[in-house]
């Protein structure tokens, strides 16, 4: 066990998307190193093998909550149960995501890579806002991707898939996740809370499991492990020498510069404000 994730005793972590890939791993090493870990995904096998692997070694025994973040209604409930079982969070990993070939509706009418990989993660972020604010210090970790640096941020998508492409729709989500993760770290500047956000590397994970099987095939000879992806989050999520930064993008462990467009503070307050509307949600109060 290294000094970083010795740093996670007794601390409370929230992850999404935890009973899979790099997800997986981050639960199980920090379930491992003291922190009582929360995986919030749907239920089924996997998530009940995911629980057993991680409590195999778990200092103190993983738990899951029930989400479905192709439902918002789904996400307020997860909001209230992890309300009810986690009076604090010390760190919050946006881990989950998807990659559907085709175009899908989420239950409430949005793009899926948008609604899932972006829209129900600000919501989440913000519904536990207070119990972030609970812990002496607290991080937000965002799981993004290098290929944010393609994606182009176009609204009549968010509701409309008639022309839609996976690929596309797959890095204006990533390019969402670093707006979204930037600008809720100029909200939080100077308090307790930080917001980081990262790209994990190309990683052998669930998310392609749409594709095509050659292609899937080909991924599996050239990406890296879940082991090796998972490295920048728990890094970001229990390294001591991190704590109080914010608003930084890491790639592979590495402190990066995300896309020209990422760091545009108009493009993050208007991404911000449109989510928000979309969510139903009015600015919080972040005095």
């Not at 913000?126 to 812990?135: D, E, F, K, S, V």
């Amino acid at each position: 066990m290294t000094e970083s994730t010795t740093h996670m005793s007794g601390k409370c972590v929230l992850i999404t998307g935890g009973n899979s890939g790099i997800g997986l791993v981050t639960a199980k090493v920090l379930a491992a190193s003291g922190a009582r870990v929360l995986i919030a995904g749907r239920d089924g096998a996997k998530t009940d093998a995911a629980l057993a692997l991680i409590n195999e070694t778990a200092a103190t025994p993983c738990s899951h909550l029930t989400v479905d973040l192709t439902s918002l209604s789904s996400v307020d409930h997860l909001i209230d149960e992890t309300t009810r079982l986690a009076p604090s969070i010390d760190v919050l990993i946006n881990n989950a995501g998807c990659f559907p070939m085709k175009g899908q509706l989420t239950s409430d009418g949005f793009e899926q890579q948008f609604g899932v990989n972006h829209l129900a993660h600000m919501k989440l972020t913000l519904g536990l806002m207070p119990q972030l604010r609970a812990a002496p210090t607290a991080r937000v970790i965002t799981v993004a991707s290098m290929l944010h640096k393609q994606g182009v941020i176009d609204p009549a998508s968010f509701t409309d898939i008639s022309k839609y492409k996976a690929q596309a729709a797959y890095n204006q989500s990533k390019l969402a996740n670093v707006l979204f993760a930037l600008a809720l770290s100029r909200r939080l500047r100077g308090g307790a809370i930080t917001s980081n956000v990262l790209h994990p590397g190309g990683v052998r994970t669930d998310i392609v499991r749409d594709l095509p099987w050659i292609v899937r095939k080909l991924i599996g000879l050239i990406f890296i492990s879940p082991e090796k992806g998972a490295e920048t989050t728990i890094m970001l999520a229990s390294d001591p020498s991190l704590e109080g930064v914010s608003g930084r993008y890491y790639d592979q462990c590495k402190l990066k510069a995300p896309a020209e467009s990422a760091i545009d503070e108009h493009l993050q307050e208007t991404l911000w404000q449109q989510s928000l509307a979309l969510l139903h949600l009015d600015e919080p109060d972040w005095s």
